[in-house]
T-cell receptor, first 115, second 112 residues
Framework: KAGVTQTPRYLIKTRGQQVTLSCSPI?????VSWYQQTPGQGLQFLFE???????NKGNFPGRFSGRQFSNSRSEMNVSTLELGDSALYLC??????????????FGPGTRLTVT | EDKVVQSPLSLVVHEGDTVTLNCSYE??????LLWYKQEKKAPTFLFML????IEKKSGRLSSILDKKELSSILNITATQTGDSAIYLC????????????FGQGTELSVKP
């Protein structure tokens, strides 16, 4: 089975711009979670989508948003980029079935640099 | 606020040593604890623990959960240089679909 894929792998943007990152989960997985990883804060949860619905959201400003499509692929968008948004953005997928099993498998990440 | 704390934050050992990494948590409605290994890329899944006192084992790695003490340990025996990585502990709570709360990680360096 192919793993979680993320595109692009690297991105450089300017303050004030917006960016869209994409994540394709493992085939058959319907849950996609997004995380931000920085040296200072570690891995922090952004949001999770299941069957095109956002089920949970972390403590990030409204500039961070996401969506999920019917094929379970997900995108996250960051508007009005700030220098502090520079980070590794990871997505993880899970089958969410059976519900008692919830291992999340991570993609390679998108390294975003804001200048 | 839900919290996961790992110790030590960093560790340097020599090949062949045995190491124990610690993870403690304060989480409402605890459901499971997960261990990941992160080298210079995405975290890779190691173990998921839900029941107290049951050891999970994979080769030289093993882990156990103590729900009474709200903690878990990850043991690595006969360490190799390839074990050098950041080891992350994460906790999941019921009714928090898809959200993992991560600790800061333990950076393990294994010297030849």
């Amino acid at each position: 089975k192919a793993g979680v894929t993320q595109t692009p792998r690297y991105l450089i943007k300017t303050r004030g711009q917006q960016v869209t990152l994409s994540c394709s989960p493992i085939s058959g997985h319907r849950s996609v979670s997004w995380y931000q990883q920085t040296p200072g804060q570690g891995l922090q949860f952004l949001f999770e989508y299941f069957s095109e619905t956002q089920r949970n959201k972390g403590n990030f400003p409204g500039r961070f948003s996401g969506r999920q499509f019917s094929n379970s692929r997900s995108e996250m968008n960051v508007s009005t980029l700030e220098l502090g948004d520079s980070a590794l953005y990871l997505c993880a997928s899970s089958s969410d079935f059976p519900r008692s099993s919830y291992e999340q498998y991570f993609g390679p990440g998108t390294r975003l640099t804001v200048t | 606020e839900d919290k996961v704390v790992q110790s030590p934050l960093s560790l340097v050992v020599h090949e062949g040593d045995t190491v124990t990494l610690n993870c403690s948590y304060e989480v409402t409605n605890f459901r499971s604890l997960l261990w990941y290994k992160q080298e210079k890329k995405a975290p890779t899944f190691l173990f998921m623990l839900t029941s107290s006192g049951i050891e999970k084992k994979s080769g030289r790695l093993s882990s156990i959960l103590d729900k009474k003490e709200l903690s878990s340990i990850l043991n690595i025996t006969a360490t190799q240089t390839g074990d050098s990585a950041i080891y992350l502990c994460a906790v999941e709570a019921y009714n928090q679909g898809g959200k993992l709360i991560f600790g800061q990680g333990t950076e393990l360096s294994v010297k030849p």
